[in-house]
């Protein structure tokens, strides 16, 4: 069976829907999503559309969170200084039901797959803000594949890794919609339950209309637009 793993789709579902005609052509059966399917940009809605017609698990990702506080009124000037108005974009495109839903996923989550044991996660298992960079050590390396399972499925930093550790393979497919490695395009993984094999994969799409987007709703923050583009 064919799997795919995305991260930080961030809504941007131009970049959505370039993995899902990929995701067609490869015959993938199964999404597993590693979190934060709004914040930064503009069409949750569109993206989680995208996702409908698949077999998906979704955890929870710290955007997630930050979507609960802005539904209670926390802290609203504070996110859309740091991180733009893509929040304020979600809570007005998506259904209250959708907002309950992303809102209450789980941070992590343990599933079969193909006969593998596979946990899903944001940031890390023990802690789904933690950021595992793809410079970590030895050390976290090992903690991530400490649990017992056979696949470790995280996202959180938008940097795509493969490690295989003892007994255990981490993989963070990196960001579907803001890759932050100066490689245009949005990230996804192919995992081939059948022989094992995991691809990190790379879909070009055309972001000059999000970039414009942007440029109109979030002008005080240059680095949304040109993280999309930049090499």
């Known amino acids: 069976m064919n799997v795919a793993l995305i991260a930080d789709i961030h809504g941007n579902a131009d970049a959505m829907a370039a993995v899902v005609a990929r995701l067609r052509a490869d015959a ?9 399917l709004v914040g930064y940009y503009y069409y949750p809605d569109r ?19 930050m979507l609960a506080a802005w539904i209670a009124g926390q802290s609203r000037e504070q996110l859309v200084d740091r991180y733009g108005s893509g929040l304020d974009a979600a ?3 998506l259904s209250t039901r959708q907002l309950q839903e992303l809102t209450n996923l789980p941070t992590t989550i343990e599933i079969e797959v193909g006969g593998r044991k596979v946990l899903v996660c944001h940031g890390s298992p023990w802690d789904h803000d933690a950021y595992v960079y793809p410079d970590a050590d030895e050390r976290v390396r090992r903690r991530l594949g400490a649990g017992g399972q056979d696949v470790v499925v995280f996202g959180h930093t938008h940097y795509p890794v493969l490690w295989n550790l003892e007994g ?4 963070n497919p990196g960001s579907v ?22 691809d990190l994969r790379r879909e070009r799409y055309d972001t000059s209309a999000l970039v414009a987007e942007c440029h109109k709703r979030d002008p005080h923050l240059p680095f949304i637009a040109d993280v999309l583009t930049r090499n």
């Open 28 to 36: 993938v059966e199964k999404i597993i999503a590693a979190g934060d």
């Open 47 to 65: 993206v989680l559309d995208l996702l409908g017609d698949w077999d998906c698990v979704m955890v929870r990702g710290n955007h997630e969170d």
């Open 91 to 93: 809570t007005r495109c």
């Open 168 to 171: 255990c393979t981490a993989v």
């Open 177 to 198: 919609g803001q890759p932050r490695d100066r490689i245009p395009g949005a990230c996804w993984a192919l995992w081939n339950t059948d022989t094992g094999a995991i």
